[in-house]
């Protein structure tokens, strides 16, 4: 009896902290995976490797499809990709309730999504999240790369770009 508990104990122990590991690689390869093929190729093999994914990683999921387009060869399965992406996004979103990191990923692939997918219609909205719940994101690999990402973009005004400095 004993050794059922402390199995039992060992397994509850082990997922979150295995749960949380994956979470934060999938945030620290992130801002890479836009230009690096092989980063991008190994977080969507880590995606598929998760069995239950919270919605959180079902965001990052579509992040990392909708970005595997960038580096798809052929125009199909660069729509393919991307559309897997936008999906599993929007599902994310749905199910999320307004988590920040989740309008964050959807404001990243939106604002580098080319015209031609019809894919930018919430960009406004996201980055009102973002900036809003910015100083409450718990998460410093994710805060950083908040921040890398707008002060690279034109989304931000002049005071809103001289608080993220």
Not at 7 to 33: T, W
Request: include cysteine.
């Amino acid at each position: 009896m004993a050794k059922l508990i402390l199995c039992y104990l060992f397994i509850f122990s082990v997922q979150p902290s295995k749960m949380q590991s994956s979470l934060e690689q999938l945030r620290q390869a992130y801002s890479s995976a836009s230009t690096n093929t092989e980063i991008c190729r190994k977080q969507l093999d880590l995606i598929k490797e998760i069995k239950n994914p919270t919605v959180l990683e079902l965001a990052y999921s579509g992040a990392y499809h909708a970005m595997w387009a960038e580096h798809a060869t052929s125009p199909l399965a660069k729509l393919n990709s991307f559309k897997k992406g936008r999906d599993e996004l929007e599902q994310a979103i749905r199910d999320g309730k307004g988590n920040t990191e989740i309008h964050f990923l959807r404001l990243t692939i939106q604002y580098h999504a080319p015209a031609m997918v019809r894919y930018k219609q919430n960009i406004e909205e996201d980055l009102q999240n973002v900036l809003t719940n910015y100083d409450q994101v718990s998460s410093e690999t994710l805060k950083k790369n908040i921040k890398k990402f707008l002060i690279q973009t034109d989304l931000l005004s002049n005071e809103q770009r001289k608080k993220m400095i």
